[in-house]
């Protein structure tokens, strides 16, 4: 009578290898994406170019976050006299809130994030797209290395900008999901699974919309871009 056999299935061990080295190689990315925003902070920019705006913005928003203050021009309030939509400084304000933080940090923090939450959403998007992994690491590193916010005119970052990649990305990702889900609803994915992504995109385009003034074509291109690259 034979003894039953207890070793790892063949290729169980090189399939864990492959996992620990993607997910190694997304986090160095990811870290890399944080470092390079942090170039633009030096003694003369200590904060990125447009920082400033949303910082004085932020510290409004502290007096009541997690509610908007009372005169919010979203609410109806009095304008500030600034194009800076409300998103980026209530984020920065709830930032601040955190122990160890305050609104300077978290003007300086707020980008590092973003810069390396784009880098992971761009590898969702690119990974679901085409299915493989090598194109969403691809896709990560070119964002993350790409320098367009701190290299053309001016010493700093462009705050709207890159949380509008973060919305727009959301957006195609889940967007996606739920078209993929229709195409697979007869390997049983649930109908509730696909509105609840048709909802996530609504929502995260709404972000977009609360955190950069796109105006009505821009908004139109916006949900023109997304329709074509799907």
Partial sequence: MGIPS???????GGRQARIIVLWAGLGAILLVAALI??????????????????FSAAAWYAR???ALPPDEPFLGGTPRGTTIQPLIPWAIAGLSKLPGMDL??????YPLIIGAAVSLVLYLVARAYTGKE???????LLYATSR????????????GAETSNLWISLAILFLLKAIRGHEEAGNGVPADKRYLYYTLTGIFIAAQVATYDVGTLGL???LGGIATVL
């Fill in 6 to 12: 207890t070793a790892v299935p063949r290729g169980l």
């Fill in 220 to 222: 139109a291109l916006l």
């Fill in 37 to 54: 925003r942090t170039t633009v902070l030096t003694t003369r920019f200590p904060i990125g170019s447009d920082s400033g705006l949303h």
């Fill in 104 to 109: 300077y940090k978290a003007v300086q923090l």
């Fill in 134 to 140: 090598s194109i969403g690491i691809l896709a990560a």
């Fill in 64 to 66: 009541t976050w997690p």
């Fill in 148 to 159: 367009f916010n701190s290299w053309i005119t001016y010493a700093g970052y462009q705050m």
